[in-house]
């Protein structure tokens, strides 16, 4: 790196977020509530990304008691699953770790992690993983799986884990192929006269080049074979959650909002740390937080944000019982501010509120937006999380931002 350093890590910190993922189903409701391009409107709900689907508990082998969730929308599958993934940071991945694999696991995991998610995501890179050693039970029909850790599967998105079909998911063919793992077909596509292909032990054992990820009839999938698609989709979630080996749930895509910033600019998050009284929010009396002036806010190469050098600002004393607390340092990023900019417009010197309430209602929401693409999914979404829960306050009379 031309700066001099080693490279970029990841470890984990302390952060904040607005639990924007409370809000996914009614960001997905008002969409049908206003004029905008068809084409912003299915960006925003691919980002949302609402699934509802099965999530399966996988006992541990070796582990009494603890099973690892795993989420898909796809439960007529189940008997396809030939392997277990983690994905590098899931916290299990040290436990299922026999002696004999740690070496190779332990480097594996360790570069995992200079990886950024786009690149461990990427369509065009060859699947990497290493095996674990350890083993999960399929529930449905008591198989021993092995367990191995990839990249490809983030530790944020879904549960961290993803159960294994190569034969009917192209990323689970292509990790298989890569390694020499066992693709079981358990769907077969339906022939024009109604009646699933033949089923004999070559074709249901068979590698393809791609997956088949369509509907069909269920095969070599005990009790439950013969049923349509969807039929089995229904009655082995039923199963699951009869037996207690899983639940009904519904997954988003889209994550809660990371604000925290290591950094001097941006808008303070107003939260003090008491040692006692633990973390306490500043009273609304001593509101806003202000940043205090610095001549030096570069950053030191700690990780900790430059107001911790301020003591005047990072030394305060805790609302609750006054003693001393030290303030929070991490400010907001720049889209917490510019998601309700629009509004303060209606009210610029007012030094009372956020804005002044005649004014708003005289001249919001706006009535136009004009703006690009590229603002669809981070400035348009957050805009409208922020103003739902401000009209959730009782700050605004209006839940959607820009009508058009």
Not at 24 to 29: N, Q, W
Not at 72 to 78: I, N
Not at 80 to 97: K, M, N, Q, R, W
Request: aromatic share 12%.
């Amino acid at each position: 790196c031309w700066r001099g350093h080693n490279g970029v890590v990841r470890r984990e910190i302390p952060a904040w977020y607005f639990r924007i993922t409370a809000y996914a189903d009614r960001l997905l409701e008002g969409l049908d509530r206003i004029d905008w391009p068809d084409h912003i409107k299915a960006m925003q709900r691919n980002w949302i990304g609402r699934s509802e689907g099965v999530e399966i508990d996988f006992p541990v082998v070796g582990l009494p008691g603890e099973t690892i969730p795993v989420f898909t929308t796809r439960p007529d599958t189940l008997f396809g699953v030939t392997f277990f993934i983690l994905a590098p940071e899931h916290p299990l991945v040290d436990c299922l770790t026999s002696d004999e694999h740690r070496p190779a696991v332990s480097t594996y995991v360790s570069d995992a992690l200079l990886r950024s998610e786009l690149e461990r995501q990427a369509e065009t890179r060859q699947k990497s993983g290493a095996f674990t050693g350890g083993y999960v039970i399929n529930p449905i029909n008591g198989e021993h799986i092995p367990v191995w850790v990839a990249d490809y599967v983030l530790l944020g998105y879904g549960t961290g884990a993803v159960m294994g079909v190569p034969a009917h998911d192209q990323r689970d063919l292509e990790f298989a192929q890569q390694f020499n793992l066992p693709a079981r077909v358990v769907i077969l596509p339906e022939r024009e006269d109604g009646l699933s292909t033949p089923t004999s032990a070559e074709t249901l054992e068979n590698r393809a080049d791609s997956a088949y990820a369509g509907e069909g009839v269920l095969v070599n999938s005990g009790e439950f074979s013969g049923l349509p698609h969807q039929a089995a989709i229904d009655q082995i979630a039923d199963w699951l959650v009869a037996h207690q080996h899983g639940k009904r749930c519904v997954q988003y895509r889209m994550r809660d909002w990371l604000i925290s910033r290591q950094r001097y600019w941006g808008a303070p998050i107003p939260i003090v740390h008491c040692p006692s009284c633990g973390i306490q929010p500043v009273p609304h009396e001593q509101l806003p937080v202000l940043l205090p002036h610095m001549d030096d806010f570069q950053p030191d190469g700690t990780g900790r944000s430059p107001l911790e050098r301020r003591a005047e600002f990072f030394n305060t004393a805790c609302p609750q019982c006054g003693a001393p607390a030290k303030r929070e340092t991490d400010t907001m990023g720049g889209f917490a501010c510019s998601s309700w900019y629009f509004l303060r417009y209606t009210s610029p010197h007012y030094n009372q509120a956020p804005f002044d309430p005649l004014a708003l209602r005289y001249w919001a929401p706006p009535d136009l937006y004009v703006g690009g693409a590229e603002h669809a999914v981070l400035h348009l979404l957050y805009a409208r999380f922020w103003t739902k829960v401000m009209y959730d306050a009782g700050l605004i009379p209006f839940d959607e931002p820009f009508l058009a």
